[in-house]
């Protein structure tokens, strides 16, 4: 299933070879497509609008009747999976798929009393319960962590703030699959930092990634078989791999028509093929 900015949502079942044009979806810019980890043939759509569709047939036809998802929703930019849990991520809250409900719910607790953005967000494939989001705010910018759903919320930009080089925003971060301890994040102008304790610190990892003064980080995916291999996609200058956990970086990207990379995905069926939006 492929969305696109305006021209509507995709479908193929012969790997990419042919597509056809999905029908009930209203002419929107998508942000982002998610299966249900539970039920392959669920999938739904984010737009730019604030919008989440839903789909029961892979991707055929679609449905903007999803329970939870209000007229003062702005901007779901990210709908991000792990082990059987779905979240929608839009500017300024998180929301979650309830299964039982059929609904989404939402999250409000992650910063309470401050008017703040969210970035990114990735979920831990080992236990869905552990979310950690990418966040700005007025003079502050950094990660927080829930362990339990999102009932609670704390800050881990400990490490982060204190960087020298502390000037952008995290708009990439990734869980490691094999370990929800292992985390990396993609700065905005500064590079990437990684921590191996849960946020509890972090350090910089940018061996190999050029001065980052122009660099804006749109995503970072995880090898799901081998966690020391990790690609990092940007905007400008393409994308770098590490197959080192992080302790340098190279560019990955012979070939590619473009060097802005806004997303990657490994391919579920083969964990050697890469994805790549521009």
Known sequence: VAGTSGDGIFWSEDGGDTWSTATGFI???ISDLAEDPSDPTTVFAATERGNVYRSADGGQSWSSDVPGISDDTEYV?????GGDAIYAIARERILKWNR????????RGWMPGINGNIQS????????NIVYIGFTTPGLDGVMKTTD??????????????????????AAIAADPNDPNIVYVGMSQVGVFKTI?????????TEGIPPAHYLDFFDIVIHPNDSDTVFAG???????????????????????LGEVVITL???PLNSKTVHVGT
């Open 77 to 81: 930019s990210k709908l991000v999976t």
């Open 27 to 29: 002419g929107e810019q």
């Open 100 to 107: 039982d409900a059929g609904r989404f719910g939402d999250l």
């Open 234 to 256: 940007a905007w400008g200058e393409g994308i770098f791999r590490t197959t080192n956990a992080g302790r340098n970086w190279e560019r990955w990207d012979k070939g590619l």
């Open 149 to 170: 759903g999102g009932v609670s919320w704390t800050n881990v930009s400990e490490g982060l703030a204190e960087s020298d080089s502390w000037q952008g925003n995290p």
């Open 265 to 267: 995905a490994m391919d």
């Open 121 to 128: 967000a990735t979920v831990s494939h080992t236990d869905s």
């Open 197 to 205: 304790n849960g946020g509890e610190s972090w350090e910089p990892a």
